[in-house]
């Protein structure tokens, strides 16, 4: 088993940026893909970015350009820097990990929500 543990999620003005942390813990040895994905309400959730271990980054068009994806493996942890936010991101996020044995887990997703 993985447990996750998202943090830094809030309120922030459109154009304004936020930083969100995922904590790993467990079985953190099985991690192979570290991710972030989104549901925004009455949506369905949506890929935002996948690393690797070795730090292959891919992302979704949705927030390509204003985001970036970063591990450090020996903290277990992944984050997520957003910039220039706009009102359609206001979503909750969620942590992804995706292990070497095909096992997928989740956190339980920190909100994000751009208003003025």
């Known amino acids: 088993q993985v447990q996750l543990v998202e943090s830094g999620g809030g309120l922030v003005q459109p154009g304004g940026s936020l930083r969100l942390s995922c904590a790993a813990s467990?079985?953190?040895?099985?991690?192979?893909?570290m991710g972030w994905y989104r549901q925004a309400p009455g949506k369905q959730r949506e890929l935002v970015a996948t690393?690797?271990?070795?730090?292959?980054?891919n992302y979704a068009d949705s927030m390509k350009g204003r985001c970036a994806i970063s591990r450090d493996n020996a903290k277990n942890t992944v984050y997520l820097q957003m910039n220039n936010l706009k009102p359609e991101d206001t979503a909750v996020f969620y942590c992804?990990?995706?292990?070497?044995?095909?096992?997928?887990?989740w956190g339980q997703g920190t909100q994000v929500t751009v208003s003025s």
């Open positions: 467990g079985r953190v040895g099985t991690i192979n893909i």
């Open positions: 690393i690797t271990k070795t730090g292959s980054a």
């Open positions: 992804n990990v995706l292990t070497w044995g095909t096992n997928v887990y």
